[in-house]
Protein backbone atom coordinates (compact mmCIF):
# COMPACT_ATOMS: atom_id res chain seq x y z
CA UNK A 1 0.00 0.00 0.00
CA UNK A 2 1.34 3.20 -0.83
CA UNK A 3 2.02 6.47 1.47
CA UNK A 4 -0.82 8.49 0.70
CA UNK A 5 -3.36 5.30 0.47
CA UNK A 6 -2.07 4.45 4.21
CA UNK A 7 -2.74 8.10 5.44
CA UNK A 8 -6.11 7.98 3.47
CA UNK A 9 -7.13 4.80 5.27
CA UNK A 10 -5.83 6.16 8.40
CA UNK A 11 -8.44 8.55 8.13
CA UNK A 12 -11.08 6.95 7.06
CA UNK A 13 -10.38 4.57 10.51
CA UNK A 14 -10.55 6.91 12.47
CA UNK A 15 -13.68 8.63 11.13
CA UNK A 16 -15.53 5.18 11.29
CA UNK A 17 -13.99 3.85 14.57
CA UNK A 18 -17.03 1.91 16.04
CA UNK A 19 -19.51 4.25 18.19
CA UNK A 20 -20.72 2.54 20.70
CA UNK A 21 -24.26 3.95 19.87
CA UNK A 22 -24.30 3.39 16.32
CA UNK A 23 -27.84 2.35 15.25
CA UNK A 24 -29.95 0.62 12.69
CA UNK A 25 -29.15 3.67 10.63
CA UNK A 26 -25.69 3.56 10.71
CA UNK A 27 -23.65 3.41 6.90
CA UNK A 28 -21.04 2.38 5.19
CA UNK A 29 -18.56 4.79 3.36
CA UNK A 30 -18.22 3.62 -0.62
CA UNK A 31 -15.52 1.17 -2.11
CA UNK A 32 -12.82 0.66 -1.48
CA UNK A 33 -13.94 1.35 2.50
CA UNK A 34 -16.62 -0.16 3.06
CA UNK A 35 -17.29 -1.40 6.57
CA UNK A 36 -16.42 -4.90 5.12
CA UNK A 37 -13.33 -3.93 3.74
CA UNK A 38 -12.06 -1.90 6.63
CA UNK A 39 -12.45 -4.63 9.03
CA UNK A 40 -10.38 -7.33 6.51
CA UNK A 41 -7.86 -4.39 5.88
CA UNK A 42 -7.40 -4.26 9.41
CA UNK A 43 -6.26 -8.10 10.02
CA UNK A 44 -2.55 -8.05 9.54
CA UNK A 45 -0.17 -11.08 9.73
CA UNK A 46 2.02 -9.80 12.45
CA UNK A 47 -0.84 -9.00 14.76
CA UNK A 48 -1.86 -12.85 14.27
CA UNK A 49 1.28 -13.74 15.04
CA UNK A 50 2.06 -11.72 18.34
CA UNK A 51 -0.73 -13.44 19.84
CA UNK A 52 0.35 -16.96 18.81
CA UNK A 53 3.94 -16.18 19.70
CA UNK A 54 2.59 -14.71 23.00
CA UNK A 55 0.17 -17.55 23.87
CA UNK A 56 2.97 -20.30 22.84
CA UNK A 57 5.20 -19.14 24.86
CA UNK A 58 6.92 -21.15 27.77
CA UNK A 59 4.75 -18.37 30.02
CA UNK A 60 1.81 -20.26 29.07
CA UNK A 61 2.99 -24.33 29.57
CA UNK A 62 1.15 -25.27 26.84
CA UNK A 63 -1.95 -24.56 27.80
CA UNK A 64 -3.72 -27.47 30.23
CA UNK A 65 -7.30 -26.80 30.43
CA UNK A 66 -7.68 -26.09 33.75
CA UNK A 67 -3.86 -25.31 35.01
CA UNK A 68 -2.88 -21.92 36.19
CA UNK A 69 -1.21 -20.90 32.96
CA UNK A 70 -4.53 -22.00 31.14
CA UNK A 71 -6.62 -19.81 33.38
CA UNK A 72 -4.00 -16.86 33.05
CA UNK A 73 -4.87 -16.86 28.99
CA UNK A 74 -8.49 -17.13 29.67
CA UNK A 75 -8.12 -13.46 31.96
CA UNK A 76 -6.07 -11.94 29.60
CA UNK A 77 -7.62 -12.92 26.31
CA UNK A 78 -11.26 -11.60 27.91
CA UNK A 79 -9.10 -8.29 29.08
CA UNK A 80 -8.31 -8.07 25.36
CA UNK A 81 -11.80 -8.57 24.56
CA UNK A 82 -12.63 -5.66 26.30
CA UNK A 83 -10.26 -3.55 24.82
CA UNK A 84 -11.40 -5.03 21.26
CA UNK A 85 -15.21 -3.39 22.27
CA UNK A 86 -16.87 -6.30 23.29
CA UNK A 87 -19.48 -6.36 25.69
CA UNK A 88 -19.17 -9.40 28.34
CA UNK A 89 -21.07 -12.05 27.31
CA UNK A 90 -20.43 -15.31 29.88
CA UNK A 91 -22.63 -15.60 33.27
CA UNK A 92 -19.82 -14.00 34.93
CA UNK A 93 -18.63 -11.19 33.08
CA UNK A 94 -16.52 -12.61 29.87
CA UNK A 95 -16.42 -16.35 31.79
CA UNK A 96 -18.71 -19.43 31.48
CA UNK A 97 -17.30 -21.94 34.26
CA UNK A 98 -17.09 -26.00 34.43
CA UNK A 99 -15.32 -28.33 35.74
CA UNK A 100 -12.67 -30.49 33.83
CA UNK A 101 -10.38 -33.59 34.70
CA UNK A 102 -7.12 -31.92 35.37
CA UNK A 103 -3.69 -34.22 35.48
CA UNK A 104 -0.45 -32.78 36.67
CA UNK A 105 2.47 -34.81 35.51
CA UNK A 106 5.32 -33.85 37.28
CA UNK A 107 7.97 -36.80 36.26
CA UNK A 108 7.91 -39.19 33.19
CA UNK A 109 10.95 -41.89 32.24
CA UNK A 110 11.05 -45.15 30.59
CA UNK A 111 13.57 -47.17 30.31
CA UNK A 112 14.07 -50.98 29.07
CA UNK A 113 16.18 -54.16 29.00
CA UNK A 114 16.28 -57.32 27.33
CA UNK A 115 16.41 -60.26 29.22
CA UNK A 116 20.39 -60.30 29.14
CA UNK A 117 21.29 -56.46 28.09
CA UNK A 118 21.92 -53.48 29.89
CA UNK A 119 18.89 -51.16 30.91
CA UNK A 120 18.78 -47.98 28.19
CA UNK A 121 16.55 -45.20 28.28
CA UNK A 122 14.13 -43.97 26.12
CA UNK A 123 14.41 -40.00 24.54
CA UNK A 124 11.13 -38.29 26.29
CA UNK A 125 9.37 -36.62 23.27
CA UNK A 126 10.97 -38.64 20.51
CA UNK A 127 10.91 -41.99 21.84
CA UNK A 128 7.70 -42.01 24.20
CA UNK A 129 5.62 -39.63 25.44
CA UNK A 130 2.94 -39.69 28.85
CA UNK A 131 -0.67 -40.08 28.10
CA UNK A 132 -2.79 -36.77 29.37
CA UNK A 133 -4.63 -38.74 31.73
CA UNK A 134 -2.03 -41.19 32.83
CA UNK A 135 -1.80 -42.56 36.45
CA UNK A 136 1.24 -42.51 38.55
CA UNK A 137 3.88 -45.18 39.47
CA UNK A 138 7.43 -46.81 39.42
CA UNK A 139 7.62 -49.81 38.68
CA UNK A 140 9.67 -52.58 36.57
CA UNK A 141 8.18 -55.16 34.55
CA UNK A 142 8.13 -57.60 31.98
CA UNK A 143 6.61 -56.58 28.61
CA UNK A 144 3.65 -58.58 26.83
CA UNK A 145 2.19 -57.65 23.13
CA UNK A 146 -1.75 -58.11 23.21
CA UNK A 147 -2.54 -56.52 19.69
CA UNK A 148 -5.40 -54.13 19.49
CA UNK A 149 -5.78 -54.80 23.50
CA UNK A 150 -9.22 -55.36 23.07
CA UNK A 151 -10.88 -57.87 25.39
CA UNK A 152 -14.54 -59.23 24.28
CA UNK A 153 -14.93 -62.44 24.57
CA UNK A 154 -18.17 -62.69 24.58
CA UNK A 155 -18.55 -61.35 21.18
CA UNK A 156 -15.85 -63.72 20.00
CA UNK A 157 -12.83 -61.50 20.29
CA UNK A 158 -10.30 -61.70 22.86
CA UNK A 159 -6.43 -60.36 22.60
CA UNK A 160 -5.72 -61.83 26.24
CA UNK A 161 -7.08 -64.94 25.55
CA UNK A 162 -4.11 -67.40 26.70
CA UNK A 163 -1.83 -64.06 27.70
CA UNK A 164 -0.68 -63.72 31.10
CA UNK A 165 -0.61 -60.53 31.83
CA UNK A 166 -0.61 -60.62 35.97
CA UNK A 167 2.55 -58.26 36.71
CA UNK A 168 3.45 -56.90 33.09
CA UNK A 169 3.38 -53.93 31.26
CA UNK A 170 1.41 -54.52 28.18
CA UNK A 171 2.39 -53.16 24.66
CA UNK A 172 -0.64 -52.50 22.13
CA UNK A 173 -1.27 -50.82 18.47
CA UNK A 174 -3.26 -47.62 19.00
CA UNK A 175 -5.45 -48.21 15.71
CA UNK A 176 -8.81 -49.38 15.55
CA UNK A 177 -8.65 -53.05 13.46
CA UNK A 178 -8.70 -52.17 10.10
CA UNK A 179 -11.49 -54.80 9.80
CA UNK A 180 -14.98 -55.93 11.29
CA UNK A 181 -14.84 -58.55 14.22
CA UNK A 182 -18.56 -60.01 14.58
CA UNK A 183 -20.56 -58.41 16.91
CA UNK A 184 -17.20 -56.67 18.58
CA UNK A 185 -17.92 -52.88 19.65
CA UNK A 186 -15.41 -50.60 18.70
CA UNK A 187 -15.75 -46.42 19.75
CA UNK A 188 -15.02 -45.86 23.10
CA UNK A 189 -13.42 -48.87 23.55
CA UNK A 190 -10.40 -48.33 21.42
CA UNK A 191 -9.41 -45.07 23.43
CA UNK A 192 -6.66 -45.37 25.73
CA UNK A 193 -8.64 -45.33 29.21
CA UNK A 194 -11.01 -48.25 28.12
CA UNK A 195 -7.69 -50.26 26.85
CA UNK A 196 -6.58 -49.20 30.30
CA UNK A 197 -9.33 -51.26 32.21
CA UNK A 198 -9.09 -54.05 30.33
CA UNK A 199 -5.16 -54.92 30.45
CA UNK A 200 -5.67 -53.91 34.46
CA UNK A 201 -8.74 -56.75 34.14
CA UNK A 202 -6.23 -59.01 33.47
CA UNK A 203 -3.61 -57.85 36.12
CA UNK A 204 -1.51 -55.57 34.07
CA UNK A 205 0.12 -53.34 35.81
CA UNK A 206 0.66 -50.44 32.94
CA UNK A 207 -0.09 -49.47 29.23
CA UNK A 208 1.94 -48.90 26.31
CA UNK A 209 0.33 -47.87 23.22
CA UNK A 210 2.34 -47.49 19.96
CA UNK A 211 0.77 -46.59 16.40
CA UNK A 212 0.34 -49.18 13.54
CA UNK A 213 3.28 -49.77 11.77
CA UNK A 214 1.72 -50.60 8.56
CA UNK A 215 0.65 -47.14 8.12
CA UNK A 216 2.93 -44.93 5.39
CA UNK A 217 3.19 -42.42 8.44
CA UNK A 218 2.79 -43.90 11.98
CA UNK A 219 2.05 -41.14 14.35
CA UNK A 220 5.24 -39.88 16.68
CA UNK A 221 4.62 -39.85 20.48
CA UNK A 222 1.54 -37.29 20.57
CA UNK A 223 0.24 -35.50 24.06
CA UNK A 224 -3.10 -36.44 24.44
CA UNK A 225 -5.95 -35.83 26.73
CA UNK A 226 -8.54 -37.49 24.39
CA UNK A 227 -8.44 -40.85 26.58
CA UNK A 228 -11.95 -42.10 26.87
CA UNK A 229 -14.38 -41.80 29.71
CA UNK A 230 -13.23 -42.94 33.33
CA UNK A 231 -13.08 -43.71 36.13
CA UNK A 232 -9.61 -42.94 36.42
CA UNK A 233 -7.29 -45.17 37.53
CA UNK A 234 -4.59 -42.86 39.67
CA UNK A 235 -2.04 -45.69 39.96
CA UNK A 236 -1.99 -47.47 36.65
CA UNK A 237 0.76 -45.53 33.63
CA UNK A 238 0.42 -44.98 30.25
CA UNK A 239 2.46 -44.04 27.66
CA UNK A 240 2.35 -43.48 23.66
CA UNK A 241 6.12 -45.20 21.57
CA UNK A 242 6.65 -43.98 18.75
CA UNK A 243 7.40 -47.16 16.16
CA UNK A 244 10.78 -47.45 16.53
CA UNK A 245 10.74 -48.11 20.26
CA UNK A 246 7.90 -50.68 20.10
CA UNK A 247 10.33 -52.44 17.41
CA UNK A 248 13.07 -52.46 20.13
CA UNK A 249 10.81 -54.18 22.59
CA UNK A 250 10.08 -56.78 20.37
CA UNK A 251 13.28 -57.51 19.01
CA UNK A 252 14.90 -59.37 21.48
CA UNK A 253 11.89 -61.67 21.17
CA UNK A 254 13.07 -62.41 17.44
CA UNK A 255 10.18 -60.60 16.41
CA UNK A 256 9.04 -57.81 14.37
CA UNK A 257 6.24 -55.21 15.21
CA UNK A 258 4.98 -54.94 11.89
CA UNK A 259 4.76 -58.80 11.52
CA UNK A 260 2.98 -59.20 14.45
CA UNK A 261 0.03 -56.50 13.45
CA UNK A 262 -0.55 -58.16 9.99
CA UNK A 263 -0.45 -61.39 11.67
CA UNK A 264 -3.51 -60.22 12.96
CA UNK A 265 -4.91 -58.37 10.20
CA UNK A 266 -5.12 -60.68 7.94
CA UNK A 267 -6.23 -63.46 10.03
CA UNK A 268 -8.59 -61.62 12.23
CA UNK A 269 -7.34 -63.34 14.95
CA UNK A 270 -5.00 -62.44 18.02
CA UNK A 271 -1.49 -62.94 17.97
CA UNK A 272 -0.50 -62.03 21.40
CA UNK A 273 2.58 -63.25 23.14
CA UNK A 274 5.02 -62.65 26.17
CA UNK A 275 8.10 -60.78 25.50
CA UNK A 276 12.01 -61.22 26.19
CA UNK A 277 12.32 -57.52 27.30
CA UNK A 278 10.99 -55.32 30.55
CA UNK A 279 10.46 -51.92 31.09
CA UNK A 280 11.25 -49.41 34.15
CA UNK A 281 8.14 -47.12 33.65
CA UNK A 282 8.38 -44.07 36.37
CA UNK A 283 5.36 -41.33 36.57
CA UNK A 284 4.34 -38.87 39.03
CA UNK A 285 1.33 -36.78 38.42
CA UNK A 286 -1.64 -34.97 40.52
CA UNK A 287 -5.01 -35.85 39.17
CA UNK A 288 -7.95 -33.91 40.17
CA UNK A 289 -11.81 -35.34 38.71
CA UNK A 290 -13.11 -31.79 38.35
CA UNK A 291 -10.65 -28.90 38.44
CA UNK A 292 -12.12 -25.05 37.25
CA UNK A 293 -12.22 -24.08 33.83
CA UNK A 294 -13.21 -21.14 32.08
CA UNK A 295 -14.91 -20.54 28.67
CA UNK A 296 -14.32 -16.80 27.32
CA UNK A 297 -17.77 -15.23 25.74
CA UNK A 298 -17.89 -11.48 24.72
CA UNK A 299 -20.71 -9.92 22.08
CA UNK A 300 -21.15 -7.30 19.71
CA UNK A 301 -24.79 -6.34 19.95
CA UNK A 302 -26.96 -6.20 16.69
CA UNK A 303 -28.50 -3.11 16.08
CA UNK A 304 -31.44 -4.14 13.77
CA UNK A 305 -35.05 -4.21 15.33
CA UNK A 306 -35.46 -7.33 13.55
CA UNK A 307 -32.42 -9.37 13.07
CA UNK A 308 -30.59 -8.31 16.83
CA UNK A 309 -32.28 -11.30 18.63
CA UNK A 310 -30.50 -13.49 16.06
CA UNK A 311 -26.62 -13.98 16.28
CA UNK A 312 -23.60 -15.77 14.87
CA UNK A 313 -20.85 -17.65 16.97
CA UNK A 314 -16.90 -17.18 16.25
CA UNK A 315 -14.99 -19.25 17.96
CA UNK A 316 -11.83 -21.42 18.47
CA UNK A 317 -10.74 -23.80 21.65
CA UNK A 318 -8.12 -21.71 23.57
CA UNK A 319 -6.63 -25.00 25.47
CA UNK A 320 -3.86 -27.37 24.31
CA UNK A 321 -2.35 -30.44 26.01
CA UNK A 322 0.06 -28.50 28.39
CA UNK A 323 3.81 -30.15 29.54
CA UNK A 324 4.92 -33.10 30.92
CA UNK A 325 7.91 -32.88 33.74
CA UNK A 326 9.06 -30.08 31.84
CA UNK A 327 8.34 -30.72 28.04
CA UNK A 328 6.07 -28.45 27.09
CA UNK A 329 3.75 -28.93 24.11
CA UNK A 330 3.03 -25.18 22.59
CA UNK A 331 0.29 -25.59 21.08
CA UNK A 332 1.20 -22.78 18.28
CA UNK A 333 -0.75 -23.68 15.86
CA UNK A 334 -3.34 -26.00 17.72
CA UNK A 335 -4.82 -23.77 18.79
CA UNK A 336 -2.81 -20.19 19.93
CA UNK A 337 -3.66 -19.78 15.66
CA UNK A 338 -7.73 -20.13 16.08
CA UNK A 339 -7.89 -17.66 19.40
CA UNK A 340 -5.27 -15.70 17.86
CA UNK A 341 -7.69 -15.38 14.88
CA UNK A 342 -10.93 -14.94 16.95
CA UNK A 343 -9.45 -11.88 18.50
CA UNK A 344 -8.31 -10.08 15.62
CA UNK A 345 -12.09 -11.04 13.95
CA UNK A 346 -13.61 -8.77 17.03
CA UNK A 347 -11.41 -6.67 16.45
CA UNK A 348 -12.04 -6.18 12.77
CA UNK A 349 -15.79 -5.75 13.54
CA UNK A 350 -14.56 -2.64 16.14
CA UNK A 351 -12.60 -1.02 13.13
CA UNK A 352 -15.44 -1.44 10.43
CA UNK A 353 -16.82 2.21 11.02
CA UNK A 354 -20.52 -0.32 11.37
CA UNK A 355 -22.75 -2.44 13.65
CA UNK A 356 -23.84 -5.27 12.63
CA UNK A 357 -27.55 -6.24 12.19
CA UNK A 358 -27.53 -8.81 13.94
CA UNK A 359 -25.65 -10.15 17.58
CA UNK A 360 -21.73 -11.28 17.30
CA UNK A 361 -20.53 -13.36 19.68
CA UNK A 362 -16.85 -14.42 20.32
CA UNK A 363 -15.91 -17.80 22.31
CA UNK A 364 -12.58 -19.04 23.59
CA UNK A 365 -13.50 -22.53 24.81
CA UNK A 366 -12.00 -24.61 27.35
CA UNK A 367 -11.20 -28.44 27.42
CA UNK A 368 -11.79 -29.26 23.14
CA UNK A 369 -8.49 -31.50 23.42
CA UNK A 370 -10.09 -33.76 26.09
CA UNK A 371 -13.79 -34.05 24.90
CA UNK A 372 -15.12 -30.64 23.40
CA UNK A 373 -16.14 -29.94 26.91
CA UNK A 374 -16.06 -26.11 26.63
CA UNK A 375 -17.76 -25.38 23.55
CA UNK A 376 -21.07 -28.38 24.83
CA UNK A 377 -21.32 -26.75 28.14
CA UNK A 378 -21.52 -23.57 26.16
CA UNK A 379 -24.34 -25.06 23.92
CA UNK A 380 -25.78 -26.72 27.17
CA UNK A 381 -25.78 -23.05 29.26
CA UNK A 382 -26.05 -20.61 25.90
CA UNK A 383 -26.12 -17.37 26.20
CA UNK A 384 -29.23 -16.52 23.83
CA UNK A 385 -31.77 -19.37 22.72
CA UNK A 386 -29.84 -21.77 20.42
CA UNK A 387 -32.61 -21.37 18.06
CA UNK A 388 -31.77 -18.10 17.73
CA UNK A 389 -28.24 -18.94 16.36
CA UNK A 390 -27.85 -18.54 12.45
CA UNK A 391 -24.18 -20.12 12.40
CA UNK A 392 -21.24 -20.82 14.29
CA UNK A 393 -17.91 -20.44 12.80
CA UNK A 394 -15.30 -22.80 14.09
CA UNK A 395 -11.09 -21.51 14.21
CA UNK A 396 -8.74 -24.56 14.42
CA UNK A 397 -5.44 -25.24 13.39
CA UNK A 398 -4.92 -22.00 10.89
CA UNK A 399 -1.91 -20.91 10.95
CA UNK A 400 0.20 -23.90 9.04
CA UNK A 401 0.14 -24.83 5.32
CA UNK A 402 -0.67 -23.22 2.14
CA UNK A 403 -4.71 -23.62 1.29
CA UNK A 404 -7.65 -23.09 3.75
CA UNK A 405 -10.19 -25.90 4.19
CA UNK A 406 -13.54 -25.66 5.32
CA UNK A 407 -15.94 -27.93 6.26
CA UNK A 408 -19.66 -28.11 6.43
CA UNK A 409 -20.47 -27.56 2.97
CA UNK A 410 -22.21 -30.48 2.03
CA UNK A 411 -24.33 -30.30 5.07
CA UNK A 412 -24.94 -26.30 5.17
CA UNK A 413 -24.87 -25.34 1.83
CA UNK A 414 -25.80 -21.78 1.59
CA UNK A 415 -23.08 -21.30 4.27
CA UNK A 416 -21.02 -22.97 2.15
CA UNK A 417 -21.64 -20.38 -0.77
CA UNK A 418 -21.45 -17.29 1.83
CA UNK A 419 -17.96 -19.20 3.25
CA UNK A 420 -16.93 -19.57 -0.88
CA UNK A 421 -17.77 -15.41 -1.90
CA UNK A 422 -16.02 -13.96 1.04
CA UNK A 423 -12.88 -15.70 -0.06
CA UNK A 424 -13.36 -14.55 -3.81
CA UNK A 425 -12.98 -11.39 -2.25
CA UNK A 426 -9.25 -12.23 -1.07
CA UNK A 427 -6.65 -11.76 -3.79
CA UNK A 428 -5.13 -14.97 -3.41
CA UNK A 429 -7.99 -17.30 -2.95
CA UNK A 430 -6.79 -20.28 -1.39
CA UNK A 431 -9.90 -22.13 -0.15
CA UNK A 432 -9.95 -25.73 -1.28
CA UNK A 433 -13.29 -25.48 -3.63
CA UNK A 434 -14.45 -28.77 -1.64
CA UNK A 435 -15.90 -29.19 1.38
CA UNK A 436 -17.19 -31.75 3.90
CA UNK A 437 -20.05 -32.64 6.44
CA UNK A 438 -20.80 -30.14 8.98
CA UNK A 439 -19.51 -30.88 12.32
CA UNK A 440 -15.99 -31.31 13.90
CA UNK A 441 -14.07 -30.79 16.43
CA UNK A 442 -16.06 -27.60 18.45
CA UNK A 443 -18.06 -27.15 15.19
CA UNK A 444 -19.44 -30.83 16.47
CA UNK A 445 -21.99 -29.64 19.42
CA UNK A 446 -23.56 -26.69 17.76
CA UNK A 447 -24.46 -29.21 14.30
CA UNK A 448 -25.69 -32.00 16.48
CA UNK A 449 -28.09 -28.81 17.55
CA UNK A 450 -29.32 -28.53 13.97
CA UNK A 451 -27.26 -25.24 13.63
CA UNK A 452 -25.13 -24.33 10.42
CA UNK A 453 -21.40 -24.82 10.65
CA UNK A 454 -18.00 -23.69 8.95
CA UNK A 455 -15.07 -25.40 10.21
CA UNK A 456 -12.03 -23.51 9.25
CA UNK A 457 -8.79 -25.30 9.26
CA UNK A 458 -5.71 -24.64 6.81
CA UNK A 459 -4.37 -27.51 5.05
CA UNK A 460 -2.17 -29.34 5.70
CA UNK A 461 -2.26 -28.65 9.08
CA UNK A 462 -1.22 -31.39 11.48
CA UNK A 463 2.55 -32.31 10.75
CA UNK A 464 3.23 -31.03 14.28
CA UNK A 465 -0.18 -31.82 16.30
CA UNK A 466 0.16 -32.31 20.04
CA UNK A 467 4.14 -32.22 19.65
CA UNK A 468 6.74 -30.26 21.29
CA UNK A 469 7.34 -28.95 17.92
CA UNK A 470 4.43 -26.91 17.39
CA UNK A 471 5.72 -23.64 17.78
CA UNK A 472 5.34 -20.37 15.81
CA UNK A 473 7.94 -20.75 13.43
CA UNK A 474 6.38 -23.29 11.38
CA UNK A 475 3.51 -21.23 10.76
CA UNK A 476 2.56 -19.61 7.54
CA UNK A 477 1.93 -15.68 8.02
CA UNK A 478 0.60 -15.21 4.91
CA UNK A 479 -2.09 -18.08 5.05
CA UNK A 480 -3.04 -17.10 8.48
CA UNK A 481 -3.84 -14.14 7.33
CA UNK A 482 -6.65 -15.10 4.48
CA UNK A 483 -7.59 -17.42 6.56
CA UNK A 484 -8.45 -15.34 9.62
CA UNK A 485 -9.75 -12.26 7.15
CA UNK A 486 -11.83 -15.06 4.86
CA UNK A 487 -13.53 -16.03 8.38
CA UNK A 488 -14.18 -12.01 9.03
CA UNK A 489 -15.68 -11.64 5.77
CA UNK A 490 -18.09 -14.84 6.59
CA UNK A 491 -18.75 -13.76 9.60
CA UNK A 492 -19.22 -10.25 8.68
CA UNK A 493 -21.61 -10.89 5.88
CA UNK A 494 -23.77 -13.33 7.83
CA UNK A 495 -24.02 -10.63 10.99
CA UNK A 496 -25.08 -8.23 8.06
CA UNK A 497 -28.26 -10.48 7.09
CA UNK A 498 -27.24 -12.99 4.56
CA UNK A 499 -28.97 -16.52 5.50
CA UNK A 500 -27.38 -19.23 6.55
CA UNK A 501 -29.75 -22.10 5.05
Known sequence: MSRPSIVLWIVFA???????????????????????????????????????????????????????????????????????????AGEDGFFQHLD????????????????????????????????????????????????????????????????????????????????????????????????????AAHGAV?????????????????????????????????????????????????????????????????????????????????????QGSLNVVGRIPGCDPTLARECVVVGAHLDHVGRQAGLVFPGANDNASGASAVLQIARAFAKSGVRPRRTVFFTLFSSEESGLFGSRHFVDHPPVPLQDVVAYLNLDCVGVGDSLDVHGGETWKTLWGVVRAANAAEPRGVLIPRSGAGGGADAQPFSDRGIPTAYFASHPSYTHLHLPTDTPETLNPALFEEVARTAFRTAWRLAQGEATK
Not at 134 to 156: D, M, N
Not at 164 to 190: C, H, M, Q, W, Y
Not at 236 to 258: D, H, I, N, Y
Not at 262 to 279: E, G, K, Y
Open 100 to 199: VEYNDIRECALAWAGEAGPWRAFAHGPDYSCRGLTGSARLEAPVVFAGYGLSQPGKGYDDYAGLDARGKVVLVIKDVPPFAIADVVLGESTLTRPRARAA
Open 14 to 88: VAFSLPSSAGPDAHEAGPPFSGEERGAASIHAADLMTTVRWLASPDFAGRLAASPEYLRAAHDMARRFAAAGLEP
Open 206 to 290: GLLIVPSPSTAHPQPPIASMLEGPGPENTSFPMMQLSVAAAESLVAPSGERLGALNAAIDSTHAPHSRALATRVRMTVAARYTAA
